[in-house]
């Protein structure tokens, strides 16, 4: 249709009326341009002197002022991590004549490698005239000192003070703390996403990990303004407006130094962890993974070749073991299964079962072995606990299931997140029939049930939440929640974390908590407890369990030996405890790594840091709690 | 007109204009040149979108004008409901909402709009005689006010002003009687109040009058045209020198390399500068205004017309703006402010210009 239309159009007709158009468009174009040049010329010819004059003198700058960030302190006020003072070296390079000649000289003045001159020349390369150069980082007070007598020989060179996070205990809070470094592209990503871009403004760090992370929002502060007056150098010439940054808050953690201190001491090489828990509030007073690194390395900006070090390193000091490390919780969960045992009915306080050192599934061959291969003889729950008799609880786990035990055992905890003010953890495994169909597409077997009765199999827990079920097993059934930060020093009160799980676990016998906690302290005050040595002659009471969990899985007949064992085979030591007995006031959990027996190796360890607590900490605090 | 085989040289075998490929070279040159002065780092990415944009300029240059005119009527019904789509499931960036996300990619339709539109509305004038009649010109109208009201909602005050303007280009190339555009300013005369209280925003408003009085705010509103301004004035005939503006280097100035850049060549290449460039743009506006005249059928010609018209509306809008005389609407300086659709677009329009001057479609004998 269109095109018949075109056939009988008159097109010379058309083509003038369309030149017609274009030139007056062309002339109006000609026209718009000369306004533009116009004004262009009344600018920069005739009213140039009045804006050269301007340029030159009235030179009007917007800086943004960085906020200080927040400090972190110990429970006692001791500083944890801190901004302090670093010096550097910088060069407007148009201020300076026979700037080679000049570096020279300071090459011998300040000791500057080749490197260090190499990498300003190049800096120097890409970088504008007019922007400040970094020459020297990090210069020593006496380096500072050195060149400032010197200044007046060296123009357009300046020292500039800038404020750097440190943590002056080194690596024995990394874990807690975290540490800021250089923000990444992936950050600034977050950052426009929360539309914080403006908070970042003429700030390099931000929290990468741990509490300077986590708190980051409180650390970090509100950045300022200022409009200042600059000369033709760019020289602050006065300031006309001052919006000051607000800084961040200081906040103060329930963690103790000296509590902490000794745990790392304690630990000493081995691979592990310590949690110390105040019952009462959740408060963490102690956690430490070990090994651990130095965060002041992460905040210089770590080299690629120690970052490797540290992260192909076997020991994965990286891995914050107390919150990340997963572990078969083996016998410390002894007294929750008998809980569950006596809530189902499945026993009585006075069931008795003998223990020939083995157990069979009822209807098939497959033996389970307790540790001890003679067997505890007639055993009722009390001794079960307390000599940590596995019969016993094979046998009762057995008539439980695992479709009573899944539930029960997450209202302690396991399988979830405990709510810790740390963003680094796992909710390791509290397993059940779906979650082995959905992990490994295969039915669950009674087998699994019975390792899982011991705490071995597919169950997995880390030593937090060991921490708080032991916790909450303390307060009988009361939950808890860990957290780290104590308070916001500038407002008065402790912080109230926020409550994840309130509902107190219901026993159908309020009874039950006190077997289950009385067979507890008989494992350390008893003579035949499996830990009364190590907590022989306390001045406090204490109840603890230990644990022993096996790395790899011992064949039905083989002996363990630990000899003839690798060491990163070997068992897993563990403990965990509260104290006093009557009225707790604090829990610990202990995870050693490869070390053996819980009750030989882990609860020596857990006795000193509760003597340090009730001997030294305690009386010096007793306000403070 | 005949056609000898001496004509046909290699750049008309590959569909390129020489004389506005020498221009475009150019404004590259000075973009460049400039971009460095602001940030070196700037370079890189720009030479990377104007790679993308030359290759763009390319493949548009090979398609023949019918089948531009064909698939006019399908590419602009898409793009209007793409618009429609932003407006609904829009990624917000800057407070605007302008990206479509698609997954894979995300793009903003209104930059489409703006190449496609002088094509939908040549497209529907070209079915009938020039000079349409009034009531065509209506419709025509509507094809216009449509797009840009979808784009003016993002809000992109910048986008709907060229996508408005290269429809109305097209309107007046195609003849439209004096009478109809006398009464059209009218009738925009009388827009302006509702403009004004209901559909701009805060942000917008404040530039507006930011405009006429700078001064009133220099550490606020009226920071960016002033520092602009003693930028320009500062350059003197000569300017400072390339990468010596104190302006720019002291970062006094705000998005030095994008709609602020033209700040930054004045003051270093001083008001000589401004006459080169100027003259190069002049020259490119000349050789595609010639292109349009001698184009074959009014489909081709309303189009290439409005395509080279908004192109000086980029320049026109953008060096008013950084020079005082309009207010801060967002829009680059045509090839030489750093970013990536803009450039694209602009090329590719170029593109179908030279398409049209190359593709003959009947040989006149």
Redesign the interface.
């Known amino acids: 249709?269109?095109r018949k239309?075109?056939s009988i159009?008159?097109?010379s007709a058309?083509?003038a009326?369309?030149?017609?158009?274009?030139l007056v468009?062309?002339i109006a174009?000609?026209c718009?341009?000369g306004?533009?040049?116009t004004?262009?010329?009344y600018?920069?010819?005739s009213?140039?002197e009045?804006?050269?004059t301007?340029?030159?003198d009235n030179?009007?700058?917007?800086q943004t002022v960085p906020p200080n960030r927040g400090l972190i302190y110990d429970r006692n006020g001791i500083v944890l991590a801190e901004n302090r003072p670093v010096y550097s070296l910088q060069v407007v390079v148009k201020k300076t004549k026979n700037l080679r000649q000049k570096v020279n000289k300071l090459r011998n003045m300040l000791d500057l490698t080749d490197e260090e001159v190499e990498r300003f020349y190049s800096r120097n390369r890409?970088a504008?005239?007019?922007?400040p150069i970094l020459l020297l980082d990090q210069l020593t007070t006496e380096e500072v000192a050195l060149f400032t007598v010197n200044q007046h020989q060296f123009k357009g060179f300046s020292i500039k003070a800038n404020l750097k996070r440190y943590y002056p205990f080194g690596d024995a809070f990394t874990h807690v703390l975290g540490y800021i470094a250089k923000i990444n592209s992936k950050d600034l990503k977050r950052i426009e996403a929360k539309g914080e871009t403006a908070r970042y403004r003429g700030t390099n760090f931000i929290g990468k990990l741990g509490i300077e992370k986590y708190y980051e929002e409180l650390l970090h502060g509100q950045p300022g303004q200022r409009?200042v007056e600059?000369d033709?150098w760019?020289k602050v010439i006065r300031v006309?407006?001052f919006t000051p940054p607000i800084p961040g808050k200081d906040i103060k953690l329930n963690i103790d130094i000296q509590l902490q201190l000794k745990a790392q001491n304690l630990l000493g090489d081995t691979r592990g962890s310590v949690i110390v828990m105040d019952t009462r509030t959740g408060g963490v007073l102690s956690l430490v993974s070990n090994p651990s690194y130095d965060p002041n390395l992460f905040v210089q900006g770590i080299s690629s070749k120690k970052y490797n070090e540290l992260l192909n390193s076997r020991d994965r000091p990286l891995i914050n073991r107390a919150t990340q490390g997963r572990y078969p919780p083996a016998s410390t969960i002894k007294m929750q299964m008998a809980l569950l045992a006596l809530d189902t009915k499945v026993i009585t306080e006075h069931t008795k079962i003998k223990d020939p050192g083995w157990w069979i599934v009822p209807g098939s061959k497959r033996r389970f072995r307790d540790w001890k291969r003679w067997g505890h003889g007639e055993v009722d729950v009390n001794h079960a606990i307390e000599q940590s008799c596995d019969t016993f609880f094979y046998d009762a786990s057995y008539k439980i299931g695992i479709d009573r035990m899944n539930p029960f055992m997450k209202q302690f905890g396991f399988g979830e997140y405990s709510g810790l003010d740390l963003g680094e953890e796992t909710k390791a495994i509290m397993p059940s029939r779906e979650w082995k169909r959905a992990r490994y597409n295969a039915p669950w077997y009674d087998g699994d049930t019975i390792s899982v009765g011991i705490g071995q199999g597919y169950w997995t827990v880390t030593p937090i939440q060991l921490t708080q079920a032991t916790a909450i097993l303390a307060r009988k059934g009361e939950i808890i929640t860990p957290h780290i930060l104590h308070s916001i020093v500038s407002e008065a009160g402790a912080f109230t974390p926020p409550k994840k799980m309130t509902v107190p676990i219901k026993l159908n016998d309020e009874h039950y908590w006190d077997i289950a906690l009385k067979a507890m302290h008989g494992v350390t005050s008893k003579k035949t407890g499996t830990a009364h040595r190590a907590f022989a002659k306390t001045s406090y009471s204490v109840a603890g369990k230990s644990g022993t969990a096996q790395v790899i899985s011992i064949k039905e007949d083989e002996e363990y030996d630990a000899d003839k064992l690798k060491e990163h085979q070997r068992d897993n030591a563990m403990f965990v405890a509260f104290a006093p007995y009557e009225t707790p006031e604090i829990v610990a959990t202990v995870v050693l790594e490869n070390a053996g027996g819980g009750s030989s190796n882990a609860a020596p360890i857990i006795r000193d840091l509760f003597d340090e607590y009730f001997e030294n900490i305690k009386p010096k605090q007793q306000l403070d709690f | 007109m005949v056609s000898t085989k001496a004509q046909k040289s290699i750049f008309y075998r590959l569909h390129i204009d020489p004389w506005l490929l020498l221009g475009i070279f150019s404004l590259m040159v000075l973009s460049l040149l400039t971009l460095h002065s602001v940030s070196p780092d700037w370079v890189v990415p720009q030479l990377i979108r104007l790679g993308i944009a030359m290759s763009a300029m390319i493949v548009m240059a090979q398609i023949p004008p019918e089948v531009y005119q064909r698939w006019t009527p399908t590419v602009f019904i898409i793009c209007v409901l793409m618009l429609v789509a932003v407006l609904i499931f829009g990624h917000t960036g800057k407070g605007a909402q302008r990206w479509l996300d698609l997954g894979f990619t995300k793009f903003q339709p209104s930059e489409i709009m703006k190449l496609i539109m002088p094509f939908a509305v040549a497209y529907f004038i070209s079915q009938y005689t020039l000079p349409i009649r009034l009531s065509k010109a209506f419709i025509a109208l509507l094809i216009v006010i449509v797009p840009t009201l979808l784009i003016a909602k993002q809000p992109d005050l910048g986008t709907s002003i060229l996508v408005a303007s290269s429809g109305l280009f097209v309107l007046f190339l195609s003849g439209i009687s004096w009478l109809y555009i006398g009464i059209a300013l009218a009738a925009i005369l009388a827009f302006v109040p509702v403009l004004w209280f209901y559909l701009m925003h805060d942000y917008q408003r404040t530039r507006v009058m930011t405009l006429f009085n700078p001064e009133a705010d220099p550490l606020g509103a009226g920071y960016h045209i002033i520092q602009s301004k003693i930028a320009i004035g500062s350059g003197g005939v000569w300017g400072k020198g390339w990468q010596q503006g104190t302006q720019s280097q002291l970062e006094f100035l705000p998005e030095r390399h994008t709609d602020f850049i033209f700040s930054v060549f004045s003051e270093e290449f001083g008001f000589v500068g401004i006459l080169l460039l100027l003259t190069i743009y002049l020259f490119i506006i000349g050789r595609g205004l010639w292109i349009a005249n001698k184009a074959q059928d009014a489909f081709t010609k309303l189009v290439a017309g409005s395509i080279i018209l908004t192109f000086f509306v980029y320049i026109f809008v953008n060096i008013g703006m950084v020079s005082g005389l309009l207010p801060v609407v967002g829009v680059p300086l045509a090839l030489i402010s750093y970013g990536g659709t803009s450039i694209v677009t602009l090329l590719a329009g170029f593109g179908v210009l030279m398409s049209f001057n190359t593709h003959k479609r009947f040989n006149i004998k």
């Open positions: 249709m269109a239309r075109v159009r008159n097109h058309e083509s009326l369309f030149m017609r158009r274009t468009v062309f174009i000609i718009a341009i306004g533009l040049i004004n262009l010329y600018l920069q010819v009213s140039f009045s804006f050269q301007r340029s030159n030179r009007i700058s917007v890409y504008r005239s007019y922007r409009q600059v033709s760019g006309l407006n």
